[in-house]
């Protein structure tokens, strides 16, 4: 029997946390293990998952085990109060899919955040409490455990570094230090969040002890309780009274009424790979699909990485596929979405013709096609048998619209501004979205979140796991994603020379490229300049943070590598 070879998995960091074991590092190489993996944006997450793993779980018991502890030590987007997905890949090859996306309170309603003169308006649908979604996170994680779980660790043992750190305390690190020191004045707005944040008036410094005793009797009763222990009880009332007292709309009926959906997930084949991806309401999965088959009649390796050709033909099929997006795409239990159409042969032939030779395209002249009949985080795990776990979870803004729930000490989200506001204006990540993302009470917000599982597909038909992929950063997700795979599979780089390499973004509007520093050469950026693109440095935090796993068949070894971005990763091998 084959064994499963090389894991990678990149993510935004820059410390890596070894637990003891045959795992090394180079400053050149990612790091290995022989029996399985775990990379996250905090080292104590990464731990808890290596701890399961080493425990006998398998990638979904540690993938749950992850996501409370981000909770507790990554608040900025680790969450109680968001919502996410997952992409699981059993050991037997069966791959499925959970959509734990929040909903719109049932009171939700189109123009709920217009202002007097019609406009969207930002303040409400991203710092108030009609920006805050229905909570999936604690269920989410919860039907992964129960639903795909090794069975061999209670609820209490997925959840007890979580409640163990909440209740305890940790150093926080850099990352988190600067975060609240820098989101202070807004953040300490709220008394709730002052109190946890800020004890005492004052702003957390490296080597204090940041302690969260509400946190811990919030994951105390969903260790007892289960999803109850969140969606019903003193918690739901907390979180309800909240709402009432200041103008929010979930209620009880609300939280009591949310439920995880199970997916088909989007697969589509790619040069011997096969790429599964979260269907709607991500928009993951088909968006990545749609470029990697507009792409796949070219030769990219010739064109050279991060050549004008490269760049140019990857920002024409964004392009494309953007606009598709933004036009199609939505929560299917309110809107007809012609999936299959938008990834069928004859469509995708059609739409690549559009793609202009030698010079840019114009996304103002670039509409969607006519088919027939931002924070954020992610992690992946791997476990000894070959299970494989692609995460991401979020919160939208980072520390979403900045409140924590009063005696319940989680922050909640502001996932209601990916909604389109007002159908036609951009939302926070400069996402234009039409009316099928509308807003609409009990409707799921449309997404970027696209974790990824992909497999080698052999001349027999069979598939053997390669990759798991992930990231986090809004609307440039889905191309951060897409750059690693291309990375990985056209340009022989190792899993963190694929992540750590420098990328780009294009998303229909605003019709720019965003570009890492030192993306392209200058050479490279006349050139496209000459052919008409509008190139726009970004800042230091990169075009996303991203995660992935690399597998393989001969070596029986996992590979890890990292990417530098916003505060902390770490992974864990054995």
């Known amino acids: 029997m084959q064994t499963i070879r090389a894991l990678q998995i990149l993510l935004l960091t820059a410390i890596i946390i070894i637990i003891p074991g045959p795992v090394q590092a180079s400053r050149a190489f990612p790091f290995y293990s022989h029996e399985g993996m775990v990379v996250s944006a905090e080292p104590h997450?990464?731990?808890?998952?290596?701890?399961?793993?080493?425990?006998?779980?398998?990638?979904?018991?540690?993938?749950?085990?992850?996501?409370?502890?981000?909770?507790?030590?990554?608040?900025?987007?680790?969450?109680?109060?968001?919502?996410?997905?997952?992409?699981?890949?059993?050991?037997?090859?069966?791959?499925?899919?959970?959509?734990?996306?929040?909903?719109?309170?049932?009171?939700?309603?189109?123009?709920?955040?217009?202002?007097?003169?019609?406009?969207?308006?930002?303040?409400?649908?991203?710092?108030?409490?009609?920006?805050?979604?229905?909570?999936?996170?604690?269920a989410g994680m919860l039907e992964t455990w129960e639903r795909f779980g090794s069975g061999k660790l209670s609820r209490e043992q997925i959840l007890a570094r979580a409640l163990s750190l909440a209740e305890k305390g940790f150093a926080p690190d850099f990352g988190l230090v600067e975060g609240l020191a820098h989101e202070r004045e807004w953040l300490s707005s709220h008394p709730s969040t002052s109190a946890v944040f800020y004890p005492g008036g004052k702003t957390l410094e490296p080597g204090d002890t940041l302690r969260q005793p509400d946190l811990a009797r919030t994951l105390r009763e969903i260790a007892g309780r289960g999803r109850d222990g969140f969606y019903s009880g003193w918690v739901a009332d907390s979180l309800a009274a909240f709402m009432a007292a200041g103008g929010g709309l979930i209620t009880r009926g609300d939280l009591a009424a949310y439920r995880v959906q199970a997916l088909e997930p989007v697969a589509v084949d790619y040069r011997g790979y096969r790429v599964y991806g979260m269907g709607p309401p991500s928009s993951g999965g088909m968006v990545l699909g749609q470029v990697l088959k507009l792409l796949e009649p070219f030769d990219l390796a010739a064109m050279g990485h991060n050549s004008a050709a490269y760049v140019h033909h990857l920002v024409e099929a964004e392009r494309l596929a953007y606009a598709d997006r933004n036009h199609y795409l939505g929560d299917p239990d309110y809107v007809e979405i012609p999936l299959a159409s938008l990834l069928s042969g004859p469509y995708l032939d059609s739409r690549r013709r559009l793609i202009p030779e030698g010079r840019a395209g114009k996304s103002l002249e670039t509409s969607h096609g006519r088919p027939g009949p931002d924070h954020t985080t992610h992690f992946c795990v791997i476990d000894r048998w070959g299970g494989l776990a692609a995460v991401t979870t979020t919160l939208n803004g980072g520390f979403g619209m900045g409140a924590v729930v009063p005696g319940a000490g989680f922050f909640l989200n502001n996932e209601m501004d990916d909604f389109a506001a007002a159908p036609g204006e951009p939302n926070m990540f400069g996402l234009v979205q039409g009316e099928?993302?509308?807003?609409?009470?009990?409707?799921?917000?449309?997404?970027?979140?696209?974790?990824?599982?992909?497999?080698?597909?052999?001349?027999?038909?069979?598939?053997?796991?390669?990759?798991?992929?992930?990231?986090?950063?809004?609307?440039?997700?889905?191309?951060?994603?897409?750059?690693?795979?291309?990375?990985?599979?056209?340009?022989?780089?190792?899993?963190?020379?694929?992540?750590?390499?420098?990328?780009?973004?294009?998303?229909?509007?605003?019709?720019?490229?965003?570009?890492?520093p030192n993306a392209l050469s200058a050479d490279t950026r006349r050139l496209l300049e000459g052919m008409g693109y509008a190139l726009e440095r970004i800042d230091h935090l990169g075009t996303a943070s991203a995660a992935c796993v690399l597998t393989g068949l001969e070596s029986g070894t996992w590979y890890a590598g990292w990417a530098d971005g916003m505060g902390v990763g770490a992974g864990t091998g054995y």
């Open 45 to 138: 997450a990464s731990a808890a998952g290596f701890e399961v793993l080493r425990a006998g779980g398998n990638a979904a018991d540690a993938a749950a085990a992850v996501g409370f502890v981000l909770a507790a030590t990554f608040p900025s987007a680790g969450n109680l109060g968001g919502g996410g997905f997952l992409v699981y890949r059993r050991p037997d090859g069966r791959v499925f899919t959970l959509n734990y996306r929040e909903k719109a309170p049932a009171a939700a309603s189109r123009d709920m955040f217009l202002g007097a003169d019609g406009k969207a308006d930002p303040e409400l649908s991203r710092r108030s409490l009609l920006a805050v979604g229905v909570p999936g996170s604690p």
């Open 436 to 516: 099928a993302n509308s807003v609409a009470g009990g409707k799921r917000m449309l997404s970027c979140m696209t974790p990824t599982v992909v497999t080698r597909v052999g001349g027999d038909g069979s598939e053997e796991p390669a990759f798991v992929i992930g990231a986090a950063g809004g609307s440039r997700i889905i191309t951060t994603v897409l750059q690693v795979f291309l990375n990985l599979a056209h340009f022989g780089m190792n899993v963190r020379e694929a992540v750590e390499a420098p990328r780009f973004h294009h998303q229909h509007l605003p019709d720019v490229v965003c570009l890492e």
